[in-house]
């Protein structure tokens, strides 16, 4: 008998920096859930009893029409809610930051078939008058056709929308014929600086379909589409799988997002992970040769330093430079950053700034 080999250890689990929330393993609640989840057979493809679970759960954050489709990644969820919402000759007005056009290899365009209609915003919302800028030309036909609004929340710029500024938006892109699609990879994020439901800023604001994110928020995969608007849900089964995004073990995905979900990890996470980055920013605000350049109102803290000193403090901190140009960094927070974590990252770029 040979005896199972000992797994290798490869990286330092104590080792943690401020590169990207989804640089974090798996949070302890969400592994047991997959323990819990595994042993005996379920049914492939969604037909098991974690995702039926999971749809009342998601009823009851979203509201009774919500339904919900988990898949494996966001830009998987944002490419199957986009589709269900475009026709081929579809447009979609979105930020210049959004993930969708500057993180997604171009999947909405290749796989939704979409063009991305896009703005330059001060601070990576859209405002009505924004989306003006580009929803325009309905009957042209040598324009593609501006059927979505997509904008993120909380955005890829750490910044939130207000309820009210999202009803605006829905409102405004409604009258005009058109559906309002929310990149939700850090909702929860959201939900918790707002301190209100995530019901309120969606469905009760007009949002039409989230691509709703678990990834970020301590999950090892697991996203969602939630459609709000039930009208645009029969396609989404055959857009999922024609997308490559249908898992067979699909109990695995919604056990993570019940765990999430049920209670409320989601909230506990989200709260943490906003409150490491607001610790942060706090530390190093006001220390010379820095500066913070966005408002620090969810898990992440931009801010602009001298490229040597970012140099230097990459060699011991992971993080990614944002915007080479400028020299702007970007330092995102998890639910598993400490604050030791924090205190000695700031301590080190205070140490450098003003050694
Ligand atoms: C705003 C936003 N949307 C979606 C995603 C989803 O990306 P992925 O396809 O890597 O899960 C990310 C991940 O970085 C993101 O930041």
Redesign the pocket.
């Known amino acids: 008998m040979t005896s199972p080999a000992e797994p290798l250890e490869l990286h330092d689990p104590s080792s943690r920096g401020f590169a990207?929330d989804?640089y974090a393993g798996i949070h302890p609640e969400a592994l047991a859930a997959l323990a819990a989840a595994n042993g005996g057979h379920q049914v492939s493809y969604g037909d098991d009893v974690y995702t039926a679970r999971l749809q009342e759960v998601f009823r009851s954050h979203f509201g009774p029409d919500a339904q919900a489709f988990p898949v494996f990644?966001?830009?998987?969820a944002?490419v199957v809610g986009l589709s269900a919402m475009t026709g081929r000759w579809s447009a979609v007005v979105a930020a210049e930051t959004a993930?969708i056009n500057v993180?997604?290899c171009g999947a909405p365009e290749k796989v939704a078939g979409i063009k991305l209609l896009t703005v330059p915003t001060p601070d990576g919302r859209l405002t009505p008058e924004l989306v003006d800028r580009q929803a325009w030309g309905w009957g042209d036909e040598h324009r593609a056709q501006p059927h979505v609004v997509s904008l993120?929340q909380s955005t890829?710029l750490g910044t939130l929308y207000e309820p009210g500024q999202i009803r605006a938006l829905a409102d405004h892109a409604h009258e005009r014929g058109m559906l309002v699609h929310m990149?939700g990879?850090?909702i929860a994020n959201a939900a918790a600086a707002l301190d209100v439901p995530m019901q309120k800023f969606t469905t009760d604001a007009g949002v039409d379909v989230l691509?709703f994110?678990g990834?970020?928020n301590g999950l090892m995969l697991g996203?969602a589409v939630v459609v709000l608007n039930p009208e645009l849900a029969p396609s989404i089964k055959y857009l999922r799988k024609s997308a490559m995004q249908l898992a067979s073990k699909m109990r695995f995905v919604s056990a993570q997002l019940l765990a999430l979900l049920e209670g409320d990890l989601w909230l506990r996470n989200a709260r943490h992970a906003n409150a490491m980055a607001a610790r942060l920013a706090a530390a190093v605000q006001g220390l010379p040769r820095l500066e913070i350049t966005r408002p620090v109102q969810a898990n992440a803290v931009f801010a602009i330093l001298p490229k040597d000193v970012t140099e230097r403090l990459q060699k011991r901190f992971r993080f990614y430079t944002w915007d080479f140009s400028t020299g702007e960094v970007r330092w995102m927070t998890a639910f598993d950053t400490t604050e030791e974590d924090v205190d000695a990252f700031a301590a080190a770029i205070a140490a450098d700034l003003t050694g």
Do not use: A, I, L, M
């Open positions: 990207s989804n990644n966001g830009t998987g944002n993930h993180d997604e993120t890829e990149d990879s850090r691509s994110g990834t970020k996203e």
